[in-house]
């Protein structure tokens, strides 16, 4: 895991792209920092994360006390939400969430639908969709953790999506009438399992992904993108990948 990780900074650095790492912790996971917060616009949205990784975002303290004080939003102690279920695209701000009763029941559910009324409130002139996904806490072949595990926008019109990761249908419709059928990457179960929707956006062109997605990775040249493969396999064994890894802070 360190040299896929020690690879994919580099690929970072090729695009000049600087790059902050956590803290170092002992005995602690800190790979999948898209968890532990979020930027949108001018404001950076501290998650509200499982209590037992809260030591993870002590390790970004060091960041967040670099951002002026009115930037950095704390959400609700009810408020429950993820970096990895909040996609932005164009006006719209697209948020996993779970909805049911049974919410307390699951601990792959990661954001609640407080959650994204508060983001309602903070950004009215943004167009908030929440999409209900599957959750399971033992079976990760019927488990979408976050959103960006089932569906993730690349370039201007184009979508990677496991469209069998919505509770309800008329979700997946609705991304296919935004982005049109023939612009969406269908994954199978077996691909979404293994990640291949947590592909790494660096600009509307450039894409990094892991190497073994060769059928992703084709129908993504095909479509102009400029690809970067990687290994990143013994990361995705922890159920995240290459977005899940990052956290821009920076957004232009």
Sequence with gaps: MVVELDVFHKI???????????????????????????????????????PHR?????????????????????LPEDCHMEGGDVILWKDFIFIGTYSKPDYPDYI??????????????LFPHREVIAFDLIK????????????????????QDRAIVYKEGFINHSDYLMIEKLFSKDNLFLVTQQEMYDMSCNVLSISNQI?????????????MQENGFLVEPIPFKEISKQEGLLRCATLPIWRS
């Excluded at 030591?55 to 967040?64: C, F, G, P, Q």
């Design 108 to 121: 792959t559910a990661r954001t609640n639908k407080k959650a994204v009324n508060f983001i309602e409130k």
């Design 136 to 155: 399971s806490n033992e079976d990760a072949r019927n488990n979408c953790l976050h959103l960006d595990c089932c569906f993730q926008p690349i370039g």
């Design 12 to 50: 970072l650095n090729k695009y000049n792209i600087s790059v902050d790492r956590p803290q170092l912790i002992n005995d602690c996971n800190q790979i999948f920092t898209r968890d532990l917060a979020f930027v949108i616009e001018d404001k950076l949205i501290v998650s509200n994360i499982l």
């Design 207 to 219: 894409i990094v992904s892991e190497k073994s997605f060769v059928r992703l990775n084709k129908w």
């Design 54 to 74: 809260d030591k993870e975002l002590s390790a970004i303290e060091y960041l967040l006390k670099s951002i002026p004080k009115e930037q950095v939003v704390h």
